[in-house]
């Protein structure tokens, strides 16, 4: 029953490692987002992909790579990770890519860079 | 670039105290704006869309507001469990190809027995 799900929910890691996030929705949603919610619960949006097609690029540093192999699933791989990057971060996806319609989000992970 | 300001950052009601979260907002030009709650530990959840100044929406105890400038989100008696983190968001006219959401830092909202 699950509509957007998020693997892991929790990641402790060291700094410098290289990890992934898993995202998969099951609504049959074309568009799925990355946000960053920090210590200070600003949600602020880092990816959007619509049909696999990467849409919105925020300023985001290239250690962050989104991946999109169908439109169901949206990972996320951070490369060289920093203390900065500890955050909660959230899979969302959406029926259309116009922003104008719901978002459903994922339960988050949150990450903790040691 | 869009901003939005929410107030109060916390909010403390006793239960059946009515009261209102405001969301200040900055726009190029607005094309929607958005309510969610977001309870701990968990992702937001969606509560309303607001397309045009005057347009009012509402859901059990809850109703969203919206004007040229702000939004409120009125709480009309509270319970316990409307306890949760309620964070507005706007979509603006400018905002490239995709279709990004600006969100405000959210009120937090405790409402005790």
């Known amino acids: 029953d699950t509509a957007v799900s998020q693997t892991p929910k929790y990641l402790v890691t060291q700094m410098g490692n290289d990890k992934s996030i898993k995202c998969e929705q099951n609504?049959?949603?074309?568009?799925m987002y990355w946000y960053k919610q920090d210590s200070k619960k600003f949600l602020k949006i880092m990816f959007s992909?619509?049909?696999?097609?990467?849409?919105i690029n925020e300023t985001v540093p290239n250690r962050f790579s989104p991946k999109s192999p169908d439109k169901a699933h949206l990972n996320l791989h951070i490369n060289s990770l920093e203390l900065g990057d500890s955050a909660v971060y959230f899979c969302?996806?959406?029926?259309?890519?116009?922003?104008?319609?719901?978002?459903?989000f994922g339960p988050g992970t949150r990450l903790t860079v040691l | 670039e869009d901003q939005v300001t929410q107030s109060p950052e916390a909010l403390r009601l006793q239960e059946g105290e009515s009261s209102s979260l405001n969301c200040s907002y900055t726009?190029?030009?607005?094309?929607?704006l958005f309510w969610y709650r977001q309870d701990p530990g968990k992702g937001p959840e969606f509560l309303f869309t607001?397309?045009?100044a005057g347009e009012e929406k509402e859901k059990e105890r809850l109703k969203a507001t919206l004007t040229k400038k702000e939004s409120f989100l009125h709480i009309t008696a509270p319970k316990p469990e409307d306890s949760a983190t309620y964070l507005c968001?706007?979509?603006?006219?400018?905002?490239?190809?995709?279709?990004?959401?600006?969100f405000g830092t959210g009120t937090q909202l405790k409402v005790e027995l």
């Open positions: 609504l049959g949603h074309d568009t």
């Open positions: 607001l397309y045009s």
């Open positions: 969302a996806s959406s029926q259309t890519r116009t922003g104008l319609d719901e978002q459903f």
């Open positions: 968001a706007v979509r603006g006219i400018l905002t490239g190809g995709g279709n990004k959401l600006t």
């Open positions: 726009v190029s030009g607005l094309r929607g």
């Open positions: 992909y619509n049909n696999k097609e990467l849409i």
